[in-house]
């Protein structure tokens, strides 16, 4: 299961950090990642990271002032992102599997668990 927390109004140029705790079965591999949709718009790859090895993936879109981490005490990962633009406004999704590498890291479909979503709106 996982849940996501943090979102809300950001002015453009702000940050944000977002949340994302998971509970339930645990796999000694998994890789959790972020993915946005901005109304009208399909659902997009943000960021992810393998559990294991930390080994992290950006899309280029938010590379160079977004940083996805884990937070293995609170079981958790995090989506800190800086210079925000009004485009970065959009409902962003934590997903998961319970594998590292492989193809499809990028793809909505290639994960199996999805948590609810949470708004972030950037104003300009």
């Known amino acids: 299961q996982l849940m996501e927390s943090g979102g809300g109004a950001v002015q453009a140029g702000g940050s944000l950090r977002l949340s994302c705790s998971f509970s339930?079965?645990?796999?000694?591999?998994?890789?959790l990642a972020w993915f946005r949709q901005a109304p009208g718009k399909e659902r997009e790859f943000v960021a992810a990271?393998?559990?294991?090895?930390?080994?992290?993936d950006y899309a280029d879109s938010v590379k160079g002032r977004s940083t996805i981490f884990r937070d293995n005490a609170e079981n958790s990962v995090i989506l800190r992102m800086f210079s925000l633009k009004p485009d970065d406004t959009a409902v962003y999704y934590c997903?998961?599997?319970?594998?590292?590498?492989?193809?499809?890291?990028?793809?909505?479909?290639?994960?199996?668990?999805w948590g609810p979503g949470t708004q972030v709106t950037v104003s300009s």
């Open positions: 339930g079965r645990t796999y000694k591999e998994y890789t």
């Open positions: 990271i393998t559990w294991s090895r930390g080994a992290t």
């Open positions: 997903t998961g599997r319970a594998y590292e590498g492989g193809p499809y890291a990028r793809e909505s479909y290639g994960y199996d668990y």
